[in-house]
């Protein structure tokens, strides 16, 4: 597959080259060293010396891999390609190919192909040379393109996972329900008690696979809008008073505080269908009522506490640098680990330490993602075992309203 390191070469243009290939004279275009040769190329590629080591990054390779380049080339997947590849003594040696799989510092998943070749050694940059360099002598390197294929491979995974989830989620009430229909049919045809018991339990069932049902509709509907930015002025106020009194009824009796903190800036709007944000903040307070309420111990009698806030945005570069807002919902619940916190919104995705005692199909936080991006928000969770959860939502404000 070296045609698509020759496609990004040939392809574009260049967009980082020190000397730009139509404007550079002759003598200069002469004197181009490997390195400036390689910023030209739009790809992420390296060149590694004969002894493996890699002796130019292109700035491509250095923006999409930083510190990884180091971990690739030290993989066992590549290793072993680049052993047959230097093996190849032929004149044509063979390209070689390779997937490297990284665990940390995060899940990547990397292509590598690799071409061997002769070149006259003064190209090799100094301090990668070999001992009795002689620039007319003619040394090998093994040219590699990095082709990150995390987001497909990721893709791949949910679309599965989806599938598998889905109807692991409806089979298991389903045979429930199946189940008590052939008691009731049966054993428990002349037992009024017995079918009063199992029809409430039926009724549980059937209403866990609804609200699964219901969940995958709206969050089909939300991906299929996606693409559609959302064009009503939504006061946040408003939003604010809305979410309030659909949350009293849920907390209703409950050993709950819910404070509700709109901000300093009256008339504060934001461009957004106001029913999906409706929904989303009702689906991280109900997130932050159901763990938190099922954590009581900890608490040792005192409320569980839920704080939904309107705020700037830090100026700490985490958010985009466009005029928007922050709207957060905080709780004293349980927290979560944070190796939980990059997957929380993938479809069906549960933390079981919190989530075993607690009923949900862990869709919730996969529509406020989906709702968010919709909004050309941003959508981040942070939490802290033990001490609670804040989940943000970052959105655009529309100007010149209030
Ligand atoms: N405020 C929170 N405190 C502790 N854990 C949380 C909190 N919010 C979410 N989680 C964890 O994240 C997981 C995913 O949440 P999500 O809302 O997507 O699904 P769910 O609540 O399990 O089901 P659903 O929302 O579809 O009924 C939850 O199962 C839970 O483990
Ligand atoms: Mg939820």
Redesign the pocket.
């Known amino acids: 597959m070296l045609p698509a390191l020759a496609r990004a070469v040939v392809g574009r243009g260049t967009e980082t080259s020190v000397i730009p290939a139509r404007r550079a004279s002759r003598a200069e275009a002469a004197s181009m060293t490997l390195e400036q040769l390689m910023d030209c190329l739009p790809a992420a590629t390296l060149a590694l010396n004969e002894t493996r080591q890699p002796c130019v990054i292109s700035p491509e390779a250095h923006r999409q891999f930083k510190d990884c380049v180091g971990s690739i080339i030290r993989h066992p997947a590549f290793q072993n390609r680049l052993d047959h590849v230097l093996a190849d003594l032929s004149d044509s040696p063979a390209p070689g190919e390779a997937v490297v799989v990284l665990d940390i510092p995060q899940y990547r998943v990397v292509r590598a192909w690799m071409r061997k070749a002769t070149v006259p050694s003064a190209l090799v940059p100094e301090g990668y040379r070999k001992p009795g360099f002689s620039p007319t002598t003619p040394t090998t390197l093994i040219f590699v393109a990095l082709h990150d294929e995390t987001e497909a491979v990721v893709a791949e995974r949910q679309h599965t996972d989806f599938v598998a989830f889905a109807s692991h989620e409806l089979r298991t009430p389903l045979a429930a329900l199946l189940g008590f229909i052939e008691t009731l049919q049966g054993p428990a045809a002349d037992d009024p008690a017995a079918q009063k018991e199992f029809l409430d339990i039926m009724a549980v069932q059937a209403r866990r696979m609804q609200?699964l049902l219901d969940?995958l509709l709206y969050l089909s509907r939300v991906q299929m809008q996606e693409h559609l930015r959302p064009t009503d002025v939504v006061a946040v106020g408003a939003l604010f008073d809305h979410v309030r009194a659909e949350a009293a009824g849920l907390m209703a009796g409950k050993n709950v505080r819910l404070e509700v903190t709109p901000g300093a800036e009256p008339g504060l709007s934001v461009a957004g269908d106001e029913v999906q944000l409706q929904q989303v903040l009702m689906?991280?307070i109900?997130?932050?009522l159901?763990?938190?309420l099922a954590d009581r111990g900890r608490r040792q009698g005192q409320p569980l506490c839920i704080t939904l806030s309107c705020e700037p945005p830090p100026p700490d570069g985490c958010w985009p640098g466009e005029p928007g807002v922050l709207l957060n919902v905080t709780?004293t619940?349980?927290?979560?680990p944070a190796r939980?916190l990059s997957r929380?919104?993938e479809r069906f995705?549960?933390?079981a330490r919190?989530?075993a005692s607690?009923?949900?199909?862990?869709?919730?936080?996969?529509i406020v993602q989906h709702v968010v991006t919709r909004h050309g928000g941003r959508f981040v969770v942070e939490?802290a075992v033990g001490k609670g959860?804040t989940?943000r939502i970052w959105l655009p404000v529309v100007r010149g309203l209030s």
């Open positions: 609200r969940s689906n991280l109900e997130n932050a159901k763990y938190g709780d619940g349980p927290g979560i939980h929380l919104t995705y549960r933390v919190t989530a607690v009923q949900g199909s862990g869709l919730g936080l996969a939490s959860t989940c």
